[in-house]
T-cell receptor, first 115, second 110 residues
Framework: ETGVTQTPRHLVMGMTNKKSLKCEQH?????MYWYKQSAKKPLELMFV???????ENNSVPSRFSPECPNSSHLFLHLHTLQPEDSALYLC??????????????FGPGTRLTVT | ELKVEQNPLFLSMQEGKNYTIYCNYS?????LYWYRQDPGKSLESLFV?????AVKQEGRLMASLDTKARLSTLHITAAVHDLSATYFC??????????FGKGTRLHILP
């Protein structure tokens, strides 16, 4: 596997379910990110982890809970979601979130539908 | 609050033609990124523009940055069908957050 991978690619869940999205990067990067891409809105940054420490929580509701056990893996735990949370969730990584010249590499995304 | 606006949001053009996508942003920044996204796929980094007057070219795409005008352009030369995709610009704000535009969906007709 190369680059940034995400699983599952598609997920349908009810509002009472609990599920997790997984992201893995094989680039040796130290920073990882979660983004939400909705049909009618710009790409929104949700969370940033730098060297496994969360450095950014962009006013995301608590029904989204990130976890970064190491620099290569990032999870997004989901519970009691709302239909408006249906979107494409993209993971990205970069060398460091503190290097302003960084370039982010994106995964293919998880298409989430909340019913 | 930094806002990033792209125009047009949708562009349909013939192969062989030239066109430009514009990216305006509302507050000072000296870091601008262009990404490409194919349907159902990842965002792919195209260009990172780091200073005023920066110009970068890759194949039929050329990007430039004017930090004084708060404007970046992505110019397409002699378009080919393979360039059909959605193109995003993104700008680094003062808090080191990357703010994305809504994207320009480019459709190139054979």
């Amino acid at each position: 596997e190369t680059g940034v991978t995400q699983t599952p690619r598609h997920l349908v869940m009810g509002m009472t379910n609990k599920k997790s999205l997984k992201c893995e990067q094989h680039l040796g990067h130290n920073a990882m990110y979660w983004y939400k891409q909705s049909a009618k809105k710009p790409l929104e940054l949700m969370f940033v982890y730098n060297f496994k420490e969360q450095t950014e929580n962009n006013s995301v509701p608590s029904r989204f809970s990130p976890e970064c056990p190491n620099s290569s893996h990032l999870f997004l735990h989901l519970h009691t979601l709302q239909p408006e949370d249906s979107a494409l969730y993209l993971c990205a990584s970069s060398q460091s979130s503190r290097d302003r010249d960084y370039e982010q590499y994106f995964g293919p995304g998880t298409r989430l539908t909340v019913t | 609050e930094l806002k990033v606006e792209q125009n047009p949001l949708f562009l349909s053009m013939q192969e062989g033609k030239n066109y430009t996508i514009y990216c305006n942003y509302s507050t000072t920044s000296d870091r601008l990124y262009w990404y490409r996204q194919d349907p159902g796929k990842s965002l792919e980094s195209l260009f990172v523009l780091l200073s005023n007057g920066a110009v970068k070219q890759e194949g039929r795409l050329m990007a430039s940055l004017d930090t004084k005008a708060r404007l970046s352009t992505l110019h397409i030369t002699a378009a080919v069908h393979d360039l059909s995709a959605t193109y995003f610009c993104a700008v680094l704000n003062r808090d080191d957050k990357i703010i994305f535009g809504k994207g320009t969906r480019l459709h190139i007709l054979p």
